[in-house]
Structure formats: C-alpha cells, structure tokens
Nanobody
Framework: QVHLVESGGGLVQPGGSLRLSCEAS????????MGWYRQAPGNERDLVATIVWGSGTTYYADSMKDRFTISKDNAKNTVYLEMNSLKPEDTAVYYCKMVGRIPPQFTLSDHWGQGTQVTVSS
C-alpha cells in the first residue's frame, strides 16, 4: 500500500506564489512517475504537470507551462509544484498522482492523494 500526502495549499492573492508538496510513503513500492492535477468546482479533473521519476522528463499543460514548475526529490519520494503568478482561475483542489507498482501484484497502477485546496483571491 502507498499513501500520498499533499501539503502547501492555501489562500494567496493574485500574482502570488505557492509551493505544493506530495510525499509518497509505504513499503516496497516503486515510482514510475508522479504528477499534479486540479479540479475546480463543477469541472473535470485536469492535468497540470507530470514528471518521469527516472529521467526527470517533465510535461505541462499548455496554459501552465510558463508559470508552474514540477520537480522531484527521489530520496524523499516527493514531488513538488511551484506555482507563480497565480490567477483567480487557478483556484481548485490540487491532487497528486503516482504511477507505480505496489505489493503484492506489483502491476503498474495509479494512486491518488486526498487533494489540497488552492484559492487565489484578493
């Protein structure tokens, strides 16, 4: 079993910055990649950014690639999302996702965190 715990959300003014963290914990799991998604009220859950665990290759949704940066710390099994120049439309619950293998089957599977609220408002 693996647990994903997000942190770093909160209330920020337009133009401000936040740094989200997501730590994966458990036993005998391996990570292929991690990513951030967000879901605003009434909307579907959308991709924000992903990172390949081994190579560090990143991918961003077009609307966020100039303002958001995804990074990782392999030793801490943690992925980060640095968000700058935040806008009110960035308000959403931000979810962390891990693609990896967990016991007992070790088949490739998706695992989600509980989400952290980001509110951009003056």
């Amino acid at each position: 079993q693996v647990h994903l715990v997000e942190s770093g959300g909160g209330l920020v003014q337009p133009g401000g910055s936040l740094r989200l963290s997501c730590e994966a914990s458990g036993s005998m799991f391996s990570i292929n990649g991690m990513g951030w998604y967000r879901q605003a009220p009434g909307n579907e859950r959308d991709l924000v950014a992903t990172i390949v665990w081994g190579s560090g290759t990143t991918y961003y949704a077009d609307s966020m690639k100039d303002r958001f940066t995804i990074s990782k710390d392999n030793a801490k099994n943690t992925v980060y999302l640095e968000m700058n120049s935040l806008k009110p439309e960035d308000t959403a619950v931000y979810y962390c996702k891990m693609v990896g293998r967990i016991p007992p089957q070790f088949t490739l599977s998706d695992h989600w965190g509980q989400g952290t609220q980001v509110t951009v408002s003056s």
